[in-house]
């Protein structure tokens, strides 16, 4: 069962970074914008299983395409929309923590739960190139360029009411050059996620925002 629709491809086919890398289109909830506000979530990059050097090379990899990737030990791990397809607790690998966390402070905020809270938004990475196993993407000029143009895109297709970016690293890099303003917390599975900073921390912060959009727009 797919949670997902395939309703914006027609645009998001167009855009460069999808024609090399299909498997890196975003996840676009079933019920995007049907029950609530059009939320985009923007975390930060996919990565690749510890043995793998094509995404190594910026310069290679945004030259390559999905075939120099092996079909079976590498291309499931950037499968953004199979990855976000699952249903409530679907996520049980340790690396899905993001997932998971995500998936709670969305049911916090009030979204739907239905069998899989996803169905309401929109899911994307910042960086379109997949970051080294288990650790956070050393971007590039190119690869600050590359997620720019590809999320200005994004957006121009998916017209989102509401951009939240779920890494500190890509909003700061990427949210302000962005043709529409975004709100954005810590990653949801980094400490920072329950460390309280002015008393609150990034989990209550997203949840508080979230639900404030939700809300708001329903209430008009």
Not at 19 to 44: C, H, M, T
Not at 133 to 154: P, R, Y
Not at 198 to 203: E, M, P, Q, Y
Request: glycine share 6%.
């Amino acid at each position: 069962m797919n949670y997902y629709t395939e309703d914006f491809d027609d645009q998001l086919d167009g855009i460069a970074i999808y024609q090399r890398y299909p498997l890196l289109k975003p996840f676009v909830g079933s019920d995007y914008g049907r029950n609530g506000p059009r939320i985009l979530l923007i975390a930060e990059s996919h990565y690749l299983p510890r043995e793998s050097t094509v995404h190594g090379d910026p310069e290679r990899w945004y030259r390559g395409v999905e075939g120099d990737l092996c079909s079976t030990h590498e291309q499931p791990w950037m499968r953004t929309r199979r990855i976000l397809n699952k249903p409530l607790k679907g996520w049980t690998a340790k690396g899905h923590a993001i997932y998971r966390n995500i998936e709670s402070a969305l049911l916090k905020a009030g979204l739907p739960a239905n069998d899989s809270v996803f169905r309401q938004v929109a899911f994307m990475n910042a960086f379109q190139r997949p970051a080294k196993h288990g650790d956070s993407i050393k971007q590039t000029k190119q690869d600050i360029e590359v997620a720019v143009e590809t999320i200005n895109q994004v957006i121009e297709a998916l017209r989102p009411d509401h951009i939240v970016f779920v890494s500190t690293k890509a909003k700061r890099t990427v949210g302000k050059q962005l043709g529409q303003n975004s709100f954005g917390v810590h990653h949801p599975a980094c400490p920072w996620w329950n460390r309280k900073q002015d008393g609150v921390n990034s989990k209550q912060r997203f949840i508080n925002h979230i639900s404030k959009c939700w809300n708001v727009t329903e209430a008009s």
